[in-house]
């Protein structure tokens, strides 16, 4: 599901993606930040295994934050500071209730995610 929500400024016909940063909670409790164009499906990325090397070790893992920008610029300076801060600081930004976003909907819980197969 992409979110075309906006023009660019300097093209004004020509919509462009909304941009997010997410913190999601590893099943190790651990803290992963990233970004992307779409939450759910980067989430659901995650959870397969096909997403950040850090988090394919640590899954399930959960969205626990999300933040949206209306340019890709924005997102990653805003990503590359969430990422320099420790995990206290970090906390609290989840804590602040203020960054959970509507972004994704119908994110599964970790005890919904189904076990693997086995072989």
Do not use: F
């Amino acid at each position: 599901m992409r979110h075309l929500l906006h023009t660019d400024p300097v093209l004004p016909d020509i919509p462009t993606e909304m941009n997010y940063v997410y913190l999601v909670r590893c099943a190790d409790g651990s803290l992963y930040c990233g970004w992307t164009t779409d939450p759910e499906a980067r989430i659901k990325e995650h959870n397969r295994g096909h997403g950040a090397k850090y988090t394919r070790s640590r899954l399930p893992v959960e969205l626990v934050y999300c933040e949206e920008y209306q340019n890709r610029h924005d997102a990653l300076s805003r990503e590359w500071h969430i990422k320099h801060m420790s995990r206290q600081q970090k906390q609290a930004l989840i804590s602040s209730g203020r960054g959970k976003s509507n972004a994704v909907r119908g994110q599964k819980k970790q005890d919904d995610i189904p076990e693997p197969a086995e072989k």
